[in-house]
């Protein structure tokens, strides 16, 4: 039903005390090698150097009654930083702002708290936002800059209730969804035991570096340069930002696939979600109809390397191309339209597309992505963070924990199972107070009861 698209939170007044031992560095468990590793040039550009806040949040489990979630956390984590020893290093930048990783081995930030409040105190359905996030994650003074800092941040608060949440923030440079799935599997693993890896990483960075001489083949309108104009446009500093999440299961999907025509069947889920959002953000921007919008959607190229990107590579392998339309025809043309728009821009990324952004970036100074009148998606429902398993089961909620992190402008989809047991995805929206009324009655009129 689509009144059942709008999560809220039952508790969103929900205040609690938190009490934080001082923060520590974790290094690794034995001595690692101490030096330099370049960065690729997908990892470094402008639209990536920032930190993404995670959150994963666990229920009280009987049989791990004798066991200290923060203690068993802390020693599993330095032994994962042997085997992924970059990360206790710090980010340099060097000339042409080229970014490298000087592995010190002097560890990543932690913060051992306890809170005086229950899981059931945060309601039924967990997804952002969080209440008192920031008791959940204390952002130490100079965490959030890239360079010369821990390049992980994790506080692991205990629960009155005997669960706990692991929150954490991480710097994108080093790594993109499938890395970070990676690499807290291998953290969970160690939780639970293991001595040696299922999935050894594989650092190869040179894989994705410029070529001598750097040349743009392909058509990048992700980095386009586009006039400003004050209609439209969406900066992170607007202090009526609200954020709200929103859930399409079963029910959301079926209604929404109902709208486009059989010729256009094959495409996802992701597909008609990211469509839907589009047109309804836009419509709710109160966008001109001549001004160009676009949607960039992260596309993971690991498979579409030959041969592929080796298993275990942890890097950032992503691109995200975009879809462009006027408004007017984004909102005007059936709703097929945007969805075949973001069907044909998916299959643009190819291996000669990532070489074309890693050359492009060397050419235009790790230039940031479009932001006017634009917006990214990215799916991390295929990661699975829920399922990550660090001796209490699976989390009852894992994923983003603030919506779109250091941009507003961009949207996750994450894996989440709403009040009622239907599984499906949680989308959390930043948007000025205003058109997020707007945006919650395009959506509605879109998925009628």
Not at 57 to 65: L, V
Request: charged share 20%; hydrophobic share 40%; net charge negative.
């Amino acid at each position: 039903m689509a009144s059942s698209l709008l999560l809220t939170s039952s508790s969103p007044s929900l205040n609690f005390t938190v009490r934080r031992c001082e923060p520590q560095l974790v290094p690794p468990a034995i001595p690692t090698p101490h030096e330099i590793k370049l960065l690729s040039d997908i990892d470094d550009q402008e639209g990536l150097r920032f930190h993404v806040p995670f959150i994963q949040i666990y229920p009280k489990q009987t049989s791990m009654a004798a066991k200290d979630p923060v203690q068993v956390i802390r020693q599993a984590l330095s032994q994962t930083l042997v085997f992924y020893y970059p990360f206790a290093g710090r980010l340099r930048e060097g000339p042409r702002r080229k970014l490298m990783v000087d592995c010190t081995g002097e560890g990543v930030m932690f913060i051992e708290a306890d809170a005086d409040v229950t899981l059931d105190q945060f309601g039924d359905s967990l997804h952002p936002p969080f209440p008192c996030f920031h008791e959940l994650l204390y952002h130490v003074p100079g965490s959030q800059q890239i360079t010369d800092t821990p390049i992980l941040l994790v506080q692991v608060t205990r629960l009155r209730c005997g669960g706990f949440i692991l929150a954490f923030t991480f710097n994108h440079t080093m790594c993109d969804g499938a890395g970070l799935s990676q690499f807290m599997s291998t953290w969970a693993e160690m939780a639970r035991g293991a001595t040696k890896l299922s999935i050894p990483p594989v650092w190869r960075r040179e894989l994705l570096m410029a070529r001598d001489p750097p040349r743009i083949t392909c058509n990048h309108r992700e980095f386009e340069h586009v006039p400003d104009t004050v209609k439209g446009t969406l900066a992170s500093d607007e202090d009526d930002m609200v954020l709200r999440s929103f859930f399409f299961g079963p029910s959301q999907i079926a209604a929404i696939r109902g709208l486009i025509p059989p010729n256009i069947q094959h495409c996802t889920t992701f597909d008609l979600i990211t469509a839907c959002i589009w047109r309804c953000r836009t419509k709710a921007l109160q966008i001109e109809a001549e001004e160009e919008v676009r949607v960039m959607v992260v596309v993971n190229a690991r498979a579409k390397f030959n041969p592929p990107l080796p298993v275990g590579y942890y890097g950032n392998a992503i691109a995200y191309p975009a879809a462009v339309s006027t408004a007017g025809k984004l909102c005007e043309n059936p709703f097929g339209y945007a969805v075949n728009l973001i069907n044909k821009v998916k299959g643009e990324v190819t291996e000669e597309y990532m070489h074309s952004v890693a050359d492009l970036m060397v050419n235009k100074g790790r230039c940031l992505f479009t932001t006017l009148r634009s917006f990214i998606v990215s799916d991390l429902r295929r990661f699975s963070f829920r399922e990550i398993d660090f001796g209490w089961g699976k989390a009852v909620y894992g994923g983003d924990a603030k919506g779109g992190g250091a941009f507003p402008a961009i949207i996750y989809l994450m894996l989440h199972e709403n009040a009622n047991g239907e599984e499906g995805a949680v989308i959390p929206i930043w948007l000025p107070a205003k058109a997020m009324e707007r945006f919650e009655h395009e959506l509605y009129d879109m998925l009628p009861n």
